[in-house]
């Protein structure tokens, strides 16, 4: 072949990522290429997956970021031999929808498909391998009618619950929003401040589950997220003491502005404490302004002061009411309790910085040995005894508490006692007396997933004046959203506004009733969409035993750590809830778990329309290929770490596989050369090694980075005019395959333009040759006082007495070295020699 044609044929065969990517994208749709199985012989199964998105209406390349790396890696585990599941879907519920009805006139149900259909076409254009047989839309009623059939089975287990109780409460979004939801005071979608609202809300008890979630640390997740979920368990040892009201209360009817409620009597109240060292030296109890006790406490000379403290603590979120350092401020209710320890008379006070929603609501003050009582005490006037003496104490009062360790005095029975013991010695005795005893209470509360909102799946429950609440039967879900709604901004769900919605009868007894009008967070639909991608057409039940078998649990698991104290929480506890249904395997729903890090605009900050910084995907697909878009998303730096995207960036990878496309289609001439052609597989094998090494930790931009070392190195032969033929035909065959699972159109076509048979999407991944990885000579840099002067090969493993002899025999460096006075040698084995001379 003449050097013109040859230049003819380059420029007629230009890389032309477009044309190539359409038509291998209809062809791998038409062939079913990435259509998954449940069992393959000899294949073993593997569950890849990544958060599927929100219709939000466009991805960006915060999507791309997430999904690219993700679907190289279930690329790379299908060529070693798994069969791999790699699904896709729409988490399509939520507030946006819902806010563009009411601002623009468009139908939550029609902005939401309409997203679903542009977002499937982006996705599309990915070329990633997702099973789209297996796509869920958690709006779809064939998919929240196993939502629905979830909240049924809690339940049926007790697990779910309607009760009064204070709700963060979004003014803009007018909506409850769960304690996850809500950061540093705000909401976390509009960042509006949150105001607390007492309603009827419904609930689970995922609390139940606290000490099975708190204990992840067998778990293959990042460290930091652990350490997130347990800390926002917050386990804390402690005793659950009892103090006796003076005045007893009786059985009493309340009513509010939220209508009439039973409020039954007690004797008593409960605290929970982690210093029962310390309950001898309790001078006052505190209240939530909430706690449904202090209307039945509080005496009527108290009564206007406490009802204007409580309105004032209801404009406060919980995030301010706990703050450090915010002044702590209360209203005394007039009435007492008895220390049951001491017999002594305890005021029974109200302050905001206790939450009616932790524990019990109440809290024993012991101003000696607390910093935030002992304020309060000085603030108000109020005694301070102290029951832990500090070292040398004289008996005098105490300048601030005093909250380290010490000896028990004023304590009875338990004075002298070191404290460390006293915490057991009295938490035991209070069992022995029936006053309460040991406890273990957590920081987690129980998941509020009501939502008074219309675009969420509806709460499955009537409520009947004769029954009370009852379960939609099973064989009736889904109960479907009306399309025909009005969306007023009420705080009221729209469907409360539909007659036709609400009216229906009871299950049980067939009369009159009411359907919930609350619809659940959409965390309840991305808390198990995971398991029915096993299983997506299944009409009988959300997940058959044997799908879940065949794929439970998740063995990759990639997404954002921002979700770490709310859907990767929610998922754990809805998957330990179905091993107790007997629906699924083992006990936590992901293997293992990566969390990527950021990807930011141009200038640094997180990409806004605001800020003018956003990088639409679909443009730059379309400039540069699918193909240098993925390749460049993973190159631009260690996948968990993030960082800014950089406009020019992309043209070096862009030059890459243009330089890629024209080793392989435009080859040198091939001659018969041993030593080259081995020179030629130790690069390639060494790279396959590095690359296969590199995917399976994630490591994508060192992998691209290798790549693109061996298309330079073949590049550079290729421009010599010649090399081994055979060498060349071993290096573009493994270069395809090494390519397929990042760049997998160009993988594809550079596969079929060389022969080969079948998808390389179907073949195996190569396995490197030790032998050849493993250099029998090395390079070295040979420097004369600091200066390169040339190169020279030696022995791998060769010491410095070879090293130099191999130098001074090289005729320009034995020339160089013979000139001047050499003193010493400085020698970097298979790297660089340095002569010190004079």
Sequence with gaps: ???????????????????????????????????????????????HLTMFPYTSGDLHVGHWWAMAPSDTLARYFRMRGHNVL??????????????????????????????????????????????????????????????????????KRGLAYKKAA?????????????????????????????????????????????????????????????????????????????????????????TSDHGAELVRGTTEIRVFTTRPDTLHGVTFMVLAPEHPLVPL????????????????????????RQATDREKTGVFTGTYCINRLTGDRVPIWIADYVLATYGTGAVMAVPAHDERD?????????????????????????????????????????????????????????????????KIQYRLRDWLISRQRYWGAPIPIVTCPDCGEVAVPEDQLP???????????????????????????????????????????????????????????????????????????????????????MHLLYARFFYKVARDLGLVPGDEPFTRYFAQGQILGPDGRRMSKSRGNVVAPDDQVQKWGADCFRAYLMFLGPWDQGGPYDVDGIVGVSRWLNRTWTVVVDPPARVTDTARGRELRHTVHATLKKVG???????????????????????????????????????????????????????????????????VHQQSWPVFDPALVVRDTVTLVVQLNGKVRGRIEVAAGADEAAARAAALADPRLGEALAAVDVQRAIYVPGRLLNFVAR
């Design 693 to 759: 090494e590199d995917f399976e930790e994630k490591r994508f931009n060192t992998a691209i980075a290798a790549l693109m070392e061996l298309t330079n190195e073949l590049q550079r032969l290729r421009d010599a005019g010649s090399t081994d033929g055979d060498a060349w035909d071993e290096a573009v065959r493994m270069l395809s395959l090494m390519l397929a699972p990042a760049c997998p159109h160009i993988a594809e076509e550079l596969w079929a333009r060389n022969g080969a048979t079948g998808s």
């Design 166 to 254: 204070p709700a963060n409460w979004c003014p803009s979004c007018n909506t409850t929003l769960a304690n996850e939801q809500v950061k540093d005071g705000a909401c976390e979608r509009c960042d509006t401040l949150v105001e607390q609202r007492f309603m009827a809300q419904w609930f689970f008890r995922i609390t139940d589950y606290a000490e099975e979630l708190l204990d992840n640390e067998a778990l293959d997740w990042p460290e930091h997220v652990k350490v997130m979920q347990r800390n926002w368990i917050g386990r804390s040892e402690g005793a659950e003491a009892s103090f006796a009201l003076e005045q007893p209360i009786p059985n009493r009817i309340v």
């Design 1 to 47: 072949m003449t050097t013109e044609s040859t230049s003819e044929r380059a420029r007629a065969e230009r890389y032309q990522p477009g044309e190539i990517e359409a038509r291998w994208q209809a062809r791998w749709q038409a062939d079913g290429l990435y259509r998954v199985r449940d069992h393959v012989e000899g294949r073993p199964n593997r569950y």
């Design 479 to 565: 109960v479907e959203l009306p399309y025909d709604v009005e969306f007023r901004p009420t705080g009221q769900s729209p469907l409360a506004l539909s007659p036709e919605f609400v009216a229906t009868t009871c299950p049980q007894c067939g009369k009159p009733a009411e359907r919930e009008t609350d619809t659940m967070d959409t965390f309840m639909c991305s808390s198990w969409y995971f398991m029915r991608y096993a299983d997506p057409h299944n009409e009988a039940a959300p997940v058959s035993r044997e799908a879940a078998e065949a794929w439970l649990p998740v063995a990759q698991y990639t997404g954002g750590s921002e979700h770490a104290t």
């Design 86 to 155: 790699f699904p896709m879907g729409f988490d399509a519920f939520g507030l946006p929808a819902e806010n563009a009805a009411i601002k623009g006139g468009a139908h939550p149900k029609d902005w939401t498909d309409a997203n679903v259909v542009r977002m499937r076409r982006q996705l599309r254009s990915m070329g990633a391998s997702f099973d789209w047989d297996r796509e869920v839309v958690s709006s779809h009623a064939g998919y929240y009618r196993w939502t629905q059939w979830w909240f049924v089975q809690m339940f």
């Design 297 to 320: 406490l509080t005496t009527p000379a108290q009564a206007g002061a406490v009802r204007e403290y409580q309105e004032r603590a209801s404009h406060a979120t919980e995030i301010e």
């Design 374 to 438: 002992f304020a309060f005490a000085g603030r108000y006037g109020l005694p301070v005894k102290v029951v832990i003496a500090p070292p040398d104490w004289d008996g005098q009062p105490l300048a601030e508490a005093w909250t380290a360790p010490g000896t028990l005095v004023a304590s009875k029975q338990f004075d002298g006692m070191p404290s460390t013991e006293a915490k057991r010695a009295i938490a035991s005795y209070l069992e022995q007396q029936g006053w309460g005893g040991p």
